[in-house]
C-alpha cells in the first residue's frame, strides 16, 4: 500500500510486481484502511458522489464454451437454457429508460445465434430509440471484424474479463481450446476500435496465488481499460469446481482499492458476486472505490436461469426494479445514483 500511495503521489499510478505481491498479506490490516481512504479521495476528484448504474440484460446463457468455474457451461446439462429474442431485449431497453437507465449491458454466453447480423440491427434500434444512451456488449471472443462492425453500429463499451493474466494459471481454469493469447488479442483489438474496454478477473479462483494476483494487476496496467470488474470466485454445484472454496470478500475490497489508486478514472463496478458474498458488499465496495453498479435489468422469469455460481442475487436491490432502494443504501456511504451513461472520464 505504501509503494503504490508513493507512486500515486507521484501521479504515476503504477505497480511493480515486487511491491504488489507482499502487500495483499495486508487485506484486513490496518493499512487497508488507509487504502480505501486513498482510493475514496482519487474517486470523489474524478466522480464526485456518482454512483453510475447500468442496466443488465442477461440475453442468453447458451454458451459453446466450457469454462471450468462457470454454471453456463457447455457441459452442465443442468442448467434451463433460454435466449431472448430482439424484440424482448428491445422491450427490456424502453423498460429500463423508464427506471432511469442510460447504458444498456447486453452480456450473455457466447451463443452462436447472435451473429453480427442479429446484434447490429438490434444495437441501431435500441440506438434509434434511446439516442442518450450507451450501449455495453458483453458477448465474449468474437473476430475482430465483428467487433468492428458491432462498433459501427452503435456500440459504445465492452467488457471481456481477461479472468487470470498468468498463461498457467488460465490453462487451469480453461478447456484447451480458449487462451490466454486470444483474450489478450480480443482486448486489444477492442481498445483499438475505439470501445471503451473493461477486463477483469476473479479473485480467489481455483488455484490463484498472490503472484497470479500481482500479474493481473501488472497486465492491466499494461492494458490501461477503461473499466475493470472483479469479484470474488464462488462454487457453481454442477461444475467440476464445485467443492473449492470461493473467494473472499476481504481480497476483493483490497483489489478494488488498488484499481482505483492505480487507474484513477477507471469506472470500478461493485459485482454480483460481492453482493452475493456479502449482504453489505455493494456498499462496501463503494467504500473500497467503485463506483459502478451493474442491477438486473432482464426479464424477471429469465432472471434466476442465468446462474453463473451458487446462489446468484437477481432480487432485491439487484434487481432494476429497486433502485430507489439502492439509492437510499448508497446515500448512506454518501453516494448518489445518477442518471447518465457515466462515460469513462480519463
Ligand atoms: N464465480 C464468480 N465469477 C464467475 N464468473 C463466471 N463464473 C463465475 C464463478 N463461478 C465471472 C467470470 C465471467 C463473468 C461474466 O462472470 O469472470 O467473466
Known amino acids: 500500500v505504501a509503494l503504490i500511495e508513493a507512486q500515486r503521489s507521484e501521479e504515476r499510478h503504477h505497480l511493480t510486481q515486487k511491491g504488489a ?124 471484424e465483428s467487433y468492428q462492425r458491432l462498433f459501427d453500429a452503435g456500440a459504445d463499451r465492452y467488457l471481456l474479463r481477461h479472468e487470470t493474466a498468468t498463461d498457467a494459471h488460465y490453462r487451469r481454469l480453461h478447456p484447451s481450446e480458449l487462451s490466454l493469447a486470444t483474450r489478450k488479442a480480443c482486448l486489444s483489438n477492442l481498445k483499438e476500435i475505439g470501445y471503451q ?82 449482504p453489505q458488499g455493494r456498499e462496501k465496495g463503494m467504500l473500497a472505490g467503485a463506483n459502478v453498479v451493474m442491477p438486473n435489468l432482464s426479464p424477471p422469469e429469465n432472471r434466476g436461469k442465468y446462474l453463473l455460481y451458487n446462489d446468484k442475487l437477481a432480487t432485491g436491490c439487484e434487481a432494476a426494479e429497486h433502485l430507489r432502494e439502492l439509492d437510499r443504501r448508497f446515500a448512506a456511504v454518501g453516494m448518489r445514483i445518477a442518471v447518465d451513461r457515466g462515460d469513462f472520464a480519463g
Open 21 to 144: 505481491a507482499p502487500s495483499t498479506d495486508a487485506a484486513d490490516g490496518p493499512l487497508t484502511a488507509y487504502l480505501f481512504e486513498r482510493a475514496r479521495a482519487v474517486r470523489r476528484q474524478r466522480y464526485g458522489d456518482k454512483v453510475f448504474i447500468r442496466g443488465l440484460i442477461e440475453i442468453s446463457n447458451r454458451c459453446r464454451n466450457d469454462c471450468l468455474y462457470c454454471g453456463i457451461r457447455r457441459s452442465n446439462e443442468c442448467a434451463e437454457r433460454y435466449r431472448l429474442q430482439p424484440a424482448d431485449i428491445i422491450a427490456c431497453t424502453d423498460k429500463g429508460y423508464e427506471l432511469g437507465f442510460r447504458t444498456f449491458v447486453m452480456q450473455g454466453g457466447e451463443d452462436p445465434f447472435f451473429t453480427d447480423e442479429v446484434l447490429c440491427p438490434l444495437i441501431e434500434r435500441i440506438k434509434a430509440n434511446h439516442p442518450d444512451c450507451a450501449i455495453t456488449l458483453s458477448l465474449g471472443e468474437r473476430t475482430r
Open 197 to 278: 474496454t473493461g477486463a477483469g478477473f476473479m479473485v480467489g479462483s481455483p488455484y490463484q496465488t498472490v503472484e497470479n494476483l500481482a500479474d493481473d494487476m501488472l497486465y492491466l496496467d499494461e492494458l490501461q481499460p477503461q473499466m475493470v470488474g472483479i469479484g470474488p470466485f464462488i462454487p457453481h454445484r454442477d461444475t467440476p469446481f464445485r467443492d473449492h472454496a470461493a473467494g473472499s470478500v476481504a481480497q476483493t475490497l483490497f483489489f478494488l482499492g488498488c484499481l482505483r489508486l492505480m487507474l484513477p478514472a477507471s469506472l470500478l463496478p461493485a459485482t454480483t458476486a460481492i453482493g452475493t458474498l456479502d
